[in-house]
């Protein structure tokens, strides 16, 4: 299908998540109910504020299509209203049976792979179990070169695809989502990965539009964690962190594939600090800010001393969990951003 302008689109708002691994738009057209088919596929643009300036040109603000659960019709006024997700919503609608894949040279059939890792697993199934995207996916952002080796390994029958590949992901802490370029993003959390990726941006009260809102997380801390890594040999791996623990482990148990007790007991240390952790924030930044899900963001900021209650940062480190970008009728900005950012270990 060749590419046109839809000049009677209205965009209202996009939401990105990573509870849910990608991103939704709400969008309206006026007088034109044939331009929301179902699946269509769509590209959103808006103008980027940053700071202290508009940007000169347009920038991708989302791809997407348009799911046919979530189109309304007001006949009153000639208004369709539809949403617009990346393609984690129609892979969430598709059931996958029961696979088993091993590492092999041979590739006899197409679930034995050469070099199987638990990255080529999602690659394949997002290449050869979907049917209902128009234009198939984009699997380059996956990693599978730093992904865990493994053989065998099961992916067990489920009602939903996505689900399914969420799973593997949580066999090695891995992030799966994808970003506002319909992109299927699969890679080392940031909190879990070797090297710490750069801050795409240091934001201090100067950003912030008022309000924002910060969450003491002091009352749910874990005594310790304990991690279970079965190795390709079929043997359990146990590691526990802070060490020491022996069998008075209180906290959270996890099971993961893992080769090498070296490698499960960064997790296990990782994980520990990541469920220790001391803030949620909740900012809300003018314009729209080029923000992507787990993106690396540094905060200086300082609160209230009102009735105890009191915190200062200085280029604090946090991770996008939620992301929204808002239209809004007053001001100069067109759109707001708001980030929901977890504190990370780094």
Sequence with gaps: MPFEWLTSLELSSITGDASQGGYAATISFYNSQEDAPTYRELSLYHLNFSGTSWE?????????????????????????????????????????????FEDSAAGNNAHQINNLSLGLVV??????????????????QIDTAGSTAITPYIVRENASLWAAMKKVASDEFYAIYFDRQNRLVYKCHPQFAGAVPAAVATLDADNLMAPYSVEFRTGRKAKNVLLLGLNNDMEVLESTYPAGAGVDVRGPRFEVRCNTQARLDVLAERQYKWLNRDYTATLTL????????YDHVKVTLSGTTTNGVTFNWTDKSFWVHRVNYRKVTKGAYGYITELTLEEGYV
């Design 286 to 293: 003018p314009g729209a800010w080029n923000i992507e899900l």
């Design 123 to 140: 690659k394949h199934l997002a290449e050869h179990h979907v049917t209902v995207t128009p234009g198939g996916i984009d699997t380059t």
């Design 56 to 100: 000169a040109s347009h920038r991708m603000a989302m791809k997407g299509v348009i799911i046919p659960q979530s189109i309304s019709v007001d006949r009153g006024t000639s208004l369709t209203t539809a949403s617009v997700y990346t393609f984690h919503q129609p892979l969430s609608f598709i059931p996958v049976s029961g696979c088993y």
